[in-house]
């Protein structure tokens, strides 16, 4: 082993137990670690769960929030409220205590610029706000959606306001009878949710851009929104049904009627897969409830249904016939694309149906037949093709078939030749 | 005329051509009532040929992977010029081949051809039977559409049910545990080198066997002193090439009755479609497959079907040894056998065709 090998190696070596030493000090400097984590349950949970806090990955440890000196190594002097030991929080206390930082813009540009600091402000219009203000101690705080200690980022899958965690999150409570009961809510919320097509997406395919709680009620200043700003909550995500329901002949009525908009027909927490049974005049549509046998709006409802199916059923002729020409071999080129255009105008179709306006809705349907019965048109021209080639192969078939007689009958004519010499 | 005799005087000039033209006026061929059978081997080399020249054409524009096999399938078929004949005559030919084979393995089988001295003859045709099976499984695949697809899929997982060696087998013809663009690349290289390769080697060995042996004929008529034959030249060459035509014609027919088509593109994702079943020269095994039952004592169905499968195949290529007095109570027992295989092969196809998808 050559020397320079040797001393590399012994560096190395009080590398090592200068970093452990330094680790070690680092530990022994927060009594307030040191002394919970040799206590039991409760009192030694926080010191356990903080290790992931990202307040204390990011250098805050215990006496950020709660004061003290964690250098003491004395407890009584280390959480003597003359060093600033604050103690836990009441809960009425929590969201300010978690303001102190969070609602502070300039020290928060610190750890997250992008952190928005209006959290406390927000918590103060929701309904768990005002109802803390008002002295209920039930509701909702920072830490019962966050977690006290352990705290992780939003963005940590873990966390239990991830995407993802926020149904859980929130039916902990509102799914909890015995806790929704001096409210009088409903505590069916999180069941429906699961049922319903942002469930299903966000919880069985995880599909983050799909509706949580949150993004309907908000987070911070959660609250159920307003009649007229159902529209304004379910717009968010789909703008174009919330702009052309806003010219439509509903919107004055629902708004008179005091109708939650969207809500009506395509319920609240337990929004089903739209179908396109909702249209029109049958059991299973959602016009009836409203609109009575004999009324204009009956009508009207009947022909958006029967526009709408006729739309689909030229579309899935087009499609029948593409779908023909390309498993057979037949050149389909640009149909294809068209037949996406046909597609596309059942789809614009099942928007637009939002304006409730016919007139607009019957000249989307017949732009969309026009597409579709060109795509029809252009499969049976390239389906042609096939009769084409067909042809072709019969004459060929003809001839060679005209060649074999010949040729027998040459054959025929050497028989007999060799027969009669 | 005066061209071809200036052609053939310009060669012969420079090569002796009188003892070839000498033995093609000499040679003659048997003829009897059981003649007509000595034309399925034409047929069969016929549909060889034109896979050959169409495999060619096709091979322009083929490409064997799993993203653009399917796509280039497609423009052969819809964007070059008589592309879409081109392949239908690859896949109809491809079959007509094979069936033109079966039809001449059995008269040869049935007019014990294979006696001696012409056991050789009779070895060579099998393999070729072997090699134009293996020909249409690696070529079904390679234009990975749906069908091709979980056919191939099936067809190697019965490859990999067999003990011991079934497993590596079925990984060696994949390219791995599944069927996938791994799998269609080494099919393809089977289909276009070393299938054809070894084919023209053993169907070279076959002709030849062939031309020095002369046709057999069967025993019953051999002993016959009256026995007629016809020139070779032009007698049965001209009665070949009506073979020929009748099996050109019959391809076109139908090619243009019934088109090749292109399918649906394979997904490896989705589910395999209800009712799969490999190609027809397939199914009467695959049939007989579905209906074994699950085990068989203690051994798996499909194990004990495979394995039968695998010495049945073994003894019909050694049947030259051991029909050793073809013309004796023993041989004719074999033939009875050779009309139960057949009418086994045929019901269990049409079975496997009727039977209901799914079940």
Known sequence: ?421 | MRFFSAVYGWVGERLNLTPLVDLIKKKSVPAHRHSLWYYTGGMTLFFFAVQVATGILLLLYYRPTAEAAYESVQFIMTEVKFGWLVRSLHSWSANLMIGALFVHMFSAFFMKAYRKPRELTWFSGAFILFLALAFGFSGYLLPWNKLAYFATKVGTDIAGEVPLLGHSVMVFLRGGEEVSGATLTRFFGFHVAILPATATFVLLLHLLLVQVQGMSVPPALEKNPNRKSIPFFPHFILRDLLGWLLALLLLVVLASIFPWELGEKADPLAPAPAGIRPEWYFLFMFQTLKLLPAEIWFVPGELVGALAFAVGGLLWVLIPLLDKNPTGRWGHWVSRLGWVVVAYMVAFTILGYLWPAGK
């Open chain 1, 1 to 421: 082993m050559s020397r320079r090998v040797r001393i590399a190696g012994k560096v190395s070596q009080m590398a090592l137990v200068l970093v452990g030493i330094l680790v070690f000090r680092a530990e022994a400097d927060d009594t307030c670690l040191e002394c919970h984590l040799q206590l039991e349950d409760n009192l030694q949970a926080p010191a356990l769960q903080i290790k992931t806090d990202v307040h204390y990955q990011r250098g805050i440890s215990c006496a950020g929030c709660h004061g003290g000196d964690p250098a003491e190594v004395d407890p009584e002097s280390s959480m003597s409220p003359s060093k600033g030991f604050v103690g836990t929080p009441k809960p009425q206390q929590i969201p300010s205590f978690c303001a102190r930082c969070h609602s502070d813009v300039e020290y928060m540009k610190h750890y997250n610029p992008k952190l928005p600091t209006d959290q406390l402000a927000q918590y103060k219009t929701s309904v768990h706000g005002k109802r803390l203000t008002k002295g209920d101690t039930q509701v909702a705080t920072c830490i019962s959606c966050h977690g006290a200690h352990g705290i992780l980022r939003a963005s940590d899958t873990r966390s239990p306001v991830f995407k993802t965690n926020i149904p859980k999150t929130c039916s902990s409570c509102h799914a909890d009878q015995k806790r929704m009961a001096p409210y009088k809510i409903s505590t069916s919320q999180y069941n429906d949710y699961l049922q319903s097509v942002h469930g299903k997406l966000l919880l069985e395919k995880k599909e983050l851009s799909a509706a949580a709680c949150t993004d309907c009620h908000g987070n911070h200043g959660a609250s159920p929104p307003g009649l007229s700003d159902v529209a304004g909550a379910c717009g968010e995500c789909h703008p174009s049904n919330r702009d052309l329901f806003e010219k439509s002949p509903h919107k004055e009525p629902f708004q008179k009627a005091r109708l939650p908009q969207c809500v009506v027909c395509h319920g609240n927490h337990k929004v089903l897969p739209p179908s396109d049974e909702f249209l029109g005049v049958s059991e299973e549509a959602v016009c009836v409830r409203c609109h009575r046998p004999g009324s204009k709006g009956y009508e009207i409802s009947a022909s958006f249904k029967t526009l709408l199916d006729s739309l689909k059923a030229v579309t899935e002729e087009a499609r029948q016939l593409v779908k023909k020409a390309e498993v057979a071999g037949v050149k389909v080129g640009l149909t294809k694309f068209d037949l996406k255009a046909c597609e596309d105008a059942i789809v614009r179709s099942r928007s637009e149906l939002h304006s409730f306006i016919l007139t607009d809705f019957r000249t989307l349907v017949q732009d969309g037949m026009a597409k579709a019965k060109r795509v029809k048109q252009a499969s049976l021209v390239s389906l042609e093709d096939l009769e084409i080639r067909r042809k072709g192969l019969i004459f060929s078939a003809a001839l060679i078939l005209l060649l074999c007689v010949t040729l027998w009958i040459k054959i025929r004519k050497l028989d007999s030749r060799k027969e009669n010499p």
